[in-house]
Structure formats: C-alpha cells, structure tokens
C-alpha cells in the first residue's frame, strides 16, 4: 500500500557543509565574497586552493597554489575581492595573487 512504499523513501540529503575559512582578512574576504555569490563551490574550487602570505598598509599578498590559480581569482574575483579586503580593513587595499613559488609537494 501507499504508506509503506512512502517509508522506504531514502532520507533527505544532508545540506552541505560550509567551508571553513581562515581566520584572517582574506578569509573573511572570502567568506563575504561567496556569501555574496551564493555559490560555496567558488571556494572549493579556487579560493581553497589560495592562502594570505602578508598583509602591509596598502596591500594583501596572496598565494595560490599555481599559475593558473592566480590568474583565474585574480581575473574573475579580484576586483570584488579588492573590495570586500578595503572594506573589512577600512582602508585601500590593493589586492596580489601570486603563484607558489618553489618545488611542488610530491
């Protein structure tokens, strides 16, 4: 009968789970920035695979995990990541996306 077919209905699908940004400016930008596109798969995608290496006055060094990484975050996301940084920061912020220089991880 109807009632039994309706129970052997697999359970709904967990929501999937948001990703853990860092806790620094740049996560927080991030984090701003996919909340704003509503879509977390621009982090597990792209923004994962970056990392802040310094922040001074006026701007935020950021290392992504290669060529490809740095040009494509800095091309699609920069200017509305340059944004979320200077307003986080409350100052001018330029943003610089920089491939990981030195021998890759085996």
């Given at each position: ?5 309706h ?7 967990e ?5 853990e940004y ?21 982090y597990?995608?792209?923004?994962a695979?970056t990392?802040l ?24 996301y ?9 307003a ?5 912020l330029?943003?610089h ?10």
């Open positions: 009968d109807m009632a039994t077919a129970a052997a209905e697999p359970p709904a699908p929501a999937p789970q948001l990703p860092p806790d620094d400016l740049w996560g927080r930008a991030v984090a701003a920035f996919v909340a704003e596109r509503g879509d977390p798969r621009l597990s995608s792209w923004l695979r990392a290496e310094a922040e001074t006055e006026t701007a935020i060094e950021v290392t992504a995990e290669d060529a490809f990484v740095a040009e494509w975050v800095t091309k699609k920069g200017d509305s990541l340059t944004a979320h940084l200077s986080l920061a409350g100052r001018p330029t943003l996306v920089n491939a990981h220089a030195g021998p890759r991880p085996r």
